[in-house]
């Protein structure tokens, strides 16, 4: 059992909610950056220039792998607990189709993004810009989704408490 900041065992009500919590500020995160690089940080690609574009290639990969592996590490773990272990019954299908989605967002990370990452560290290509831009969308919209979801979780923990509660 985990312990609380004062040394006391937590709760598995208080695990639930931590658990919860943590899932749905990674995602949330992720959903915040990934429609900045959609709408902003991608399509500034092509106006790099040729001659510093590569080392701005290296540069990119490297900085966004710092800012973005802790968010996505939390929100896998996250995701599979819950898929695994849902804190309530209302919860199940949420995290299940929340899961999913992040499968999806993965695997489009895994055939798209960075395939096109490790074409554009040798120069600038428009082509391959283009399908980066194009199939990112698959993961902003996955994100998107996936926000949703993390919210519709929350809310039934809402709906737990307030029958615990009484409210």
């Keep these: 059992m985990a312990l609380g900041s004062h040394g006391e065992r937590m709760t598995p009500e208080a695990l639930s909610w931590a658990l919860v919590l943590a899932h749905l500020s990674a995602t949330l995160f992720m959903t915040g950056l990934i429609w900045f690089v959609q709408v902003v940080h991608y399509p500034l690609k092509s106006s790099v220039g040729d001659a510093t574009f590569r080392d701005y290639q290296a540069r990119h990969v490297t900085r966004t792998g710092w800012v973005v592996g802790p968010p996505m ?83 039934t923990m809402q709906g737990a408490l307030n029958t615990l509660t009484g409210a």
């Design 73 to 155: 590490l939390i929100e896998a773990m996250s995701a599979a607990l819950l898929a695994l272990a849902p804190p309530n019954d209302a919860a199940a299908l949420p995290a299940i189709i929340g899961l999913i989605t992040l499968v999806v967002v993965w695997a489009a990370t895994a055939l798209y993004s960075v395939p096109a990452h490790g074409r554009l560290a040798a120069g600038f290509d428009q082509a391959t810009h283009r399908r980066l831009v194009r199939s990112n969308w698959v993961r902003t919209w996955g994100w998107s989704l996936r926000s949703g979801v993390a919210i519709w979780i929350l809310m």
